[in-house]
């Protein structure tokens, strides 16, 4: 059936599970990556304000 299906777009088989990256999966991996490391921060920081005892 890979064999039909590549014939059909006419690419080589192995084709068909190779990831070209592209800018903009880039941008999209680090947009993501930020959201994460930002989140932790503000996480990190409530946690310290509220556990404060000062």
Same mark, same amino acid.
């Given at each position: 059936?890979?064999? +039909?299906? /590549?014939? &059909? !777009? ?5 084709? !068909?599970?190779?990831?070209?990256? /592209?800018?903009?999966? &880039?941008? +999209?991996? !680090? ?11 503000? +996480?990190?920081?409530?946690?310290? &304000? ?5």
């Amino acid at each position: 059936m890979m064999e +039909r299906i /590549s014939k &059909a !777009l006419e690419i080589e088989t192995y084709k !068909l599970f190779t990831v070209k990256p /592209s800018p903009e999966n &880039a941008m +999209r991996q !680090l947009h993501d990556t930020l959201v994460e490391n930002i989140e932790q921060v503000v +996480r990190d920081a409530i946690k310290k &304000a509220i556990t404060y005892k000062g």
